[in-house]
């Protein structure tokens, strides 16, 4: 009974280099969202996809882009990495009108220099 | 501007004393709170909920106080006990309007200590 799984945990880039952060769901949610976690800042939406097919920006979008790969995917890509994207990476899944919200993964931990 | 806030990034509280987290909302359109739990290294866990519809809601030893004319919602925990120690946010949600995506704001957190 995985829930949501992000891939890697950890990660340290260079600045300038790319990456790929993984998430996949087995609950069969269709709703899937990726937010960021600064201190004081709490979780900021970065993407959101409301079903297969779909994807939306949140409030924090520049510098990430994402793929719905398929009902129980959605990765987030960083094509340029700079410093001020250090952060705390979370993956979460929804079912539409679910009340007890979001499940979340364990989280991506990246470190940019 | 952050539409939930959660004004006190710490709150230090003894074993067995009550512990009150509290949360600020702006966006009138907000018609459902939840609250989430975070332990280090993990990632936050549903901890409860109230609708606009309610004014109070208990869960064991966790109660969430809605104040809609205020626009201010409370979590208290009764008992406080020293597994309680963690990160708590606040998020609102407008499942009338983001039905497709029930999209979740989320205040910047408050850590809680409980003391032995």
């Known amino acids: 009974n995985a829930g949501v799984t992000q891939t890697p945990k950890f990660q340290v880039l260079k600045t300038g280099q790319s990456m790929t952060l993984q998430c996949a769901q087995d609950?069969?949610?269709?709703?899937m969202y990726w937010y960021r976690q600064d201190p004081g800042m709490g979780l900021r939406l970065i993407y959101y996809s409301a079903s297969e097919g779909t994807t939306d920006k949140g409030e924090v979008p520049n510098g990430y882009n994402v793929s719905r790969l398929n009902k129980r995917e959605f990765s987030l890509r960083l094509e340029s990495a700079a410093p001020s994207q250090t952060s705390v990476y979370f993956c979460?899944?929804?079912?539409?009108?679910?009340?007890?919200?979001?499940?979340f993964g364990s989280g991506t931990r990246l470190t940019v220099v | 501007d952050q539409q939930v806030k959660q004004n006190s990034p710490s709150l230090s509280v003894q074993e067995g004393r009550i512990s009150i987290l509290n949360c600020d909302y702006t966006?009138?359109?907000?018609?459902?709170f939840l609250w989430y739990k975070k332990y280090p290294a993990e990632g936050p866990t549903f901890l409860i909920s109230i609708s606009s519809i309610k004014d109070k809601n208990e869960d064991g030893r966790f109660t969430v106080f809605l104040n809609k004319s205020a626009k201010h919602l409370s979590l208290h925990i009764v008992p406080s006990q020293p597994g309680d120690s963690a990160v708590y946010f606040c998020?609102?949600?407008?499942?009338?309007?983001?039905?497709?995506?029930?999209?979740?704001?989320f205040g910047g957190g408050t850590r809680l200590m409980v003391k032995p």
């Open positions: 979460a899944s929804s079912e539409r009108g679910n009340n007890y919200g979001y499940t």
């Open positions: 966006n009138s359109m907000f018609d459902y």
């Open positions: 998020a609102a949600s407008a499942l009338s309007i983001h039905g497709a995506g029930n999209m979740l704001t």
């Open positions: 609950m069969n949610h269709n709703s």
